[in-house]
């Protein structure tokens, strides 16, 4: 009997990550690698640092752009033609935006949506043939806890992510007869991705601003940290896996709580 906490075996598997240069979809990308999944990664800015571990791991790395369907075509037939089929797609590439939707751009709008929301309806439109050839298979949208619940500072992301949860739900419904399962991941606040990174570099007050992330969330507060790339690659291991063979449709809220709503006052806040 296989050890309680054994990492499932994806020998034989082939997947798609995109966004999997850095943060959580390099994290998914090489711990899908490690279980022994063949692993096509697409990202807009490709990192040079990731040469020699992907060459290790059997990594692919290719550019794309998920807003433009030739670049999501072509990393799809790419992973099909060397891998031999197709078997999961992450579907993780996604921008921030932060700002009053009165003072957001028809442009900066457009490439929001197209990243979080676009990209992820490019990418199985062209990988759900293949997992139907291969008998099925599994996508995983990383969405956010902003899909969940909406969030006052940042509408345009909140409306991105809770549209991908509405298209995660549609898609696992559609084709839970071609044995295709589809979920969704809601992460935040994740240290140590782009986006964070990004967030944190504007603020006016770096270590405020870390303290602030940590206190939005009740377990990472009682943590004292933010979740790791790492704990959200696991949530992507478990739903690609043998284990979530009936799971579809669903999500999973990896937010220290953040998501559940009003957190309780603890003394500091009093």
Known sequence: ????????????????????????GRAIAVLLAECGCRVFVGDFDPLEENRSPSEQLGIVDQ?????NEADVRS???????????????VNNAGIGMVKPIVDVTEEEWSACLDTNLKGAFLAAKHAIPALIARGGGSIVNIASNAGILPRAHDPVYSTSKGA??????????????????????????VGDTRMM?????????????????????????????????????????????????MVT???????????LGVPPVVAEDA
């Open 197 to 245: 990174n990004a967030d944190l570099d504007q603020a006016p007050d770096r270590e405020a601003a870390v303290k602030q992330f940590i206190k939005a969330s009740p377990l990472a507060r009682a943590q004292g940290r933010m979740i790791s790339p790492a704990e959200v690659a696991q949530s992507v291991l478990y739903l690609v896996g043998d284990a979530a063979q």
């Open 249 to 259: 449709g669903t999500l999973i809220a990896i937010d220290g709580g953040k998501s």
């Open 164 to 189: 991908l949860i509405a298209l995660t739900k549609c898609l696992a419904l559609c084709h839970g007869p071609d044995r295709i399962r589809v979920n969704a991941v809601c992460p935040g606040p």
């Open 1 to 24: 009997m296989p050890h309680a906490n054994a990492q499932p075996d994806l020998a034989g598997k082939v997947a798609v990550v995109t966004g999997g240069a850095s943060g959580i």
């Open 75 to 89: 990393l799809i037939e790419r992973a099909v033609a060397e891998g031999g089929g197709l078997d999961i797609v």
């Open 63 to 67: 550019r794309c752009d998920v807003r």
